[in-house]
């Protein structure tokens, strides 16, 4: 009788952390949430950087702000400040001086510059597969077609849809992910900070991104690239 394998469920995500990209290499599958409400200041339009002066996070504005609500496919981003700009000269004044900047910015440069997208999770999807693309990665992502309680998931399904969240008393322990250590452009300044934007990792590691993904790994099978 074959053994049937476990799959993970993610949130949409701009940017994602190292530990949202660490389930991606883990799993034959991927399920990105679709069908879910909205859920406010958590990754779903938000990403965090080290810059100079320490932690920034970046945040997609959008319709209606601090009163978005409904699904989250039906999110539309706001043009009414200039975030884009913004937020590319953010990433360029924190890794610019960074070993593989300037080989990864020209694929991330277009989405900051002229291309608009309406819906926050279009945008998404399109910025994690070019990232994925750069990191020489294929994974197999499939989307929900409805919308199910944590209670209500198959056993077989490892759901990280909340557990991955931007703020400390609302992140989840990961007994499966342990975050090592590498060189950032601001080591000197404030130490090792972990599980930032995958930007951070790839700007600073380069093609050995994905061997650092996988020391991260704890108490899973590891997949082959």
């Known amino acids: 009788m074959e053994t049937q394998t476990k799959y993970a469920l993610l949130s949409s995500a701009y940017?994602?952390?190292?530990?949202?990209?660490?389930?991606?290499?883990?799993?034959?599958?991927?399920?990105?949430?679709?069908?879910?409400?909205?859920?406010?200041?958590?990754?779903?339009?938000?990403?965090?950087?080290?810059?100079?002066?320490?932690?920034?996070?970046?945040?997609?504005?959008?319709?209606?702000?601090?009163r978005a609500k409904g699904s989250i496919k039906e999110i539309k981003i706001s043009y009414d400040q200039p975030w884009q700009q913004m937020h590319w000269r953010g990433i360029s004044s924190a890794y610019n001086n960074s070993p593989f900047f300037e080989y990864y910015a020209?694929?991330?440069?277009?989405?900051?510059?002229?291309?608009?997208?309406?819906?926050?999770?279009?945008?998404?999807?399109?910025?994690?597969?070019?990232?994925?693309?750069?990191?020489?990665?294929?994974?197999?992502?499939?989307?929900?077609?409805?919308?199910?309680?944590?209670?209500?998931?198959?056993e077989l399904c490892d759901d990280f849809r909340y557990s991955i969240h931007p703020k400390p008393q609302k992140q989840e322990s990961d007994k499966h992910f342990s975050p090592m250590p590498y060189i950032q452009v601001f080591s000197e300044k404030w130490g090792f900070v972990p599980n930032l934007s995958i930007l951070d990792l790839l700007f600073n590691e380069g093609p050995q991104s994905v061997s650092y993904l996988r020391s991260c790994i704890r108490d899973r099978a590891q997949n082959e690239e």
Do not use: M
């Open 106 to 154: 020209d694929d991330l440069a277009p989405f900051y510059q002229h291309k608009k997208w309406e819906f926050l999770i279009d945008f998404n999807l399109e910025l994690l597969n070019t990232i994925l693309k750069s990191l020489r990665l294929k994974t197999d992502l499939k989307f929900t077609e409805d919308y199910h309680l944590a209670a209500n998931l198959p």
């Open 15 to 66: 940017l994602a952390p190292v530990q949202y990209f660490t389930k991606l290499i883990s799993y034959p599958e991927i399920y990105i949430e679709t069908c879910e409400s909205y859920l406010k200041q958590s990754y779903r339009n938000r990403a965090i950087i080290l810059t100079a002066n320490g932690i920034l996070q970046l945040s997609v504005p959008v319709g209606d702000g601090p």
